[in-house]
T-cell receptor, first 111, second 114 residues
């Protein structure tokens, strides 16, 4: 089983809709979780960090379910500019400086 | 402007040649990282350094070497021993304050070896 698993998509969603995708992780000792967005042929950019049960930033909400070992990302009122690949990232413990990356979920917002 | 710079953006080399990719940061971050990204795969860690003059192998270190002589700089050498060097190489640095941890990436270098 991969350490971090994501549905690769693609998710094709009409503008203005709400979209959610999940990510599962295998290491129950994982402490910190992140969502990055990556545009085509660019570097990943940090979107949100999740240290407790969840985090909200404008139209974006990340939720953590430790019992089931998954993190979700919800995007409300989606914009064309939200089209990107979303990477789920896990850090095992606070003393560990290494991150484990999922392969990403590709999202396309359709006008 | 604070940030991470990588140069060059595109690099072309012939098989059998060593090549060094540059990474500089002025964020005063202690830790720095090198990843490679291949189509359809997640980022894979090559090397990382948590402090000057110290570095550790990541998951795919074979065929690569690094140095960390200054806090700001973490160059990566792709040697001729690396079997599949063509990839997108990303440098990152991180800051860790209590429970908070954030890792940021440079713009990347696309290396093509023929």
């Amino acid at each position: 089983r991969k350490e971090v698993e994501q549905d690769p998509g693609p998710f094709n969603v009409p503008e203005g809709a709400t979209v959610a995708f999940n990510c599962t992780y295998s290491n129950s000792a994982s402490q910190s979780f992140f969502w990055y967005r990556q545009d085509c042929r660019k570097e990943p950019k940090l979107l949100m960090s999740v240290y407790s049960s969840g985090n909200e930033d404008g139209r974006f909400t990340a939720q953590l379910n430790r019992a089931s070992q998954y993190i979700s990302l919800l995007i409300r009122d989606s914009k064309l500019s939200d089209s990107a690949t979303y990477l789920c990232v896990v850090r095992s413990n606070f003393g560990n400086e290494k991150l484990t990356f999922g392969t990403g979920t590709r999202l396309t917002i359709i006008p | 402007d604070g940030g991470i710079t990588q140069s060059p953006k595109y690099l072309f080399r012939k098989e059998g040649q060593n090549v060094t990719l540059s990474c500089e940061q002025n964020l005063n971050h202690d830790a720095m990282y090198w990843y490679r990204q291949d189509p359809g795969q997640g980022l894979r860690l090559i090397y990382y350094s948590q402090i000057v003059n110290d570095f550790q192998k990541g998951d795919i270190a074979e065929g690569y070497s690094v140095s960390r002589e200054k806090k700001e700089s973490f160059p990566l050498t792709v040697t001729s021993a690396q079997k599949n060097p063509t990839a997108f190489y990303l440098c990152a640095s991180s800051i860790h304050r209590g429970v908070s941890y954030e890792q940021y990436f440079g713009p990347g270098t696309r290396l093509t070896v023929t």
